[in-house]
């Protein structure tokens, strides 16, 4: 288990955040905050893939109003999302907002930010202090790369002053920029300066292909490093996606556990004896709807196979028109290749009224040795290598 960083606890609703509590997954609404219906629609769709925390646009009075409206209803925590305006904040919290967050790039007036301070403490909010990259350039638009990070963290350093001059501290800190570097060594400066939890991510990552790499090597690094209590995944896209991907980076690194199946698919090479790519994918259509956390292994050839399915509850290993069907490491069937989706699912929901694995891998070794002895023959079903 990775271990984190030790962090002062920040309260958002019933979400805690800090380095005792569970990694938080959050996004944003992107509908018009004034439509509630579609607002709460896309809320409720979020709360279904496990989101924790919903953030919301609150640009203008109108959106002030119907935010009230959609915290009463909404089933998940929602944070309300600031620039620019005071009178945006202090609506905001009184709307019943759980957490604001603040940008220091464009909500700057001292006397502005004390009274905001002074509503969330009367309402027992959480402030994020979310520094973009951006907003600082937008300010000094001369500053090169190189010295954006020590920008950052310099205003970072002197908006957390004005909270902790003001007695406040249930604050979380973010520092974001679209680039990976950047994004990752600004954290890092953060998190040896200031104890306060972090919120994780990029901006503007760009469309999902795009932005699942970027992301996942930026948050997955910084939580490698035991940075980080909540994140998000910026995509250009649907927001349950942003929450999916958030979910996959988090049980990556073992950080959250899988709620639903593991699919373990080998990546093909000369020795496969199917179509595994196609076999994996009606796997995974199958599994869904199956919440049993099972680790599921598609193999393409008995040879590694095997070996490399063992740590799998259930795995299929292909053979040359046939298939070997593994169970917590031991062979327990061989099937027609036309038959082995369905042997593999049947399997698998057998599994559910099933006593946990045992650990055995003696079948596996002397079947891997066998095969290996004697390498099986590619057959005409090959496709995908
Ligand atoms: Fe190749 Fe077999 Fe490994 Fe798949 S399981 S990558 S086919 S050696």
Do not use: W
Request: net charge positive; hydrophobic share 40%; proline share 4%.
């Amino acid at each position: 288990m990775l271990k984190r960083r030790k962090t002062k606890t920040a309260t958002v609703g019933r979400v805690k955040l800090g380095h005792q509590h569970p990694i938080a997954v959050q996004t944003m609404t992107k509908v018009f905050t004034t439509n509630v219906a579609a607002c709460l629609r896309q809320i409720r769709q979020l709360d279904k893939v496990g989101c924790d925390l919903v953030r919301i646009a609150v640009p203008t009075k109108a959106d002030s109003e119907a935010l009230a409206k959609i915290i009463a209803k909404s089933p998940i925590p929602v944070i309300a999302d600031i620039h620019f305006s005071a009178a945006r904040a202090i609506e905001a919290i009184e709307a019943g907002a759980v957490k604001i967050r603040l940008n220091p790039g464009n909500v700057k007036d001292k006397n502005d930010i004390r009274r905001i301070i002074d509503c969330a403490k009367q309402h027992n909010i959480a402030i994020r202090i979310g520094v973009n990259e951006a907003s600082i350039r937008d300010l000094k638009s001369d500053v090169a790369p190189a010295k954006r990070t020590a920008l950052m963290l310099k205003e970072m350093r002197s908006y957390i002053r004005l909270f902790e001059k003001a007695g406040f501290d249930n604050l979380v800190l973010s520092a974001k920029s679209a680039n990976t570097v950047r994004t990752i060594e600004v954290n890092r400066a953060i998190a040896a300066n200031f104890e306060y939890p972090m919120h994780l991510g990029l901006t503007h990552a760009g469309l999902p292909e795009d932005a699942l790499v970027s992301s996942s090597v930026a948050i997955g690094t910084l939580l490698a490093e035991g940075i980080g209590d909540t994140i998000r995944v910026s995509i250009a896209g649907d927001p349950v996606k942003e929450i999916q991907l958030g979910k996959q980076i988090l049980q990556s690194l073992g950080l959250t556990p899988h709620k639903g199946p593991e699919l373990i698919v080998c990546p093909t090479c000369g020795r496969c004896q199917v179509n595994v790519v196609a076999l994996a994918k009606k796997v995974r259509i199958r599994l869904e709807g199956i919440t049993k956390p099972v680790r599921v292994a598609v193999m393409g050839c008995v040879v590694n196979g095997p070996g490399e399915a063992a740590d799998a509850d259930i795995a299929v290993c292909a053979g040359a028109g046939k298939g070997y069907i593994y169970k917590n490491g031991q062979k327990t069937a061989t099937v027609e290749e036309t038959k082995l989706l369905d042997t593999l699912v049947a399997e698998i929901e057998k599994s559910k009224t099933e006593s946990p694995k045992t650990d055995s891998k003696k079948d596996i070794k002397t079947e891997t040795k066998k095969a290996d002895s004697k390498p099986a023959q590619q057959t005409t079903s090959k496709k995908d290598n």
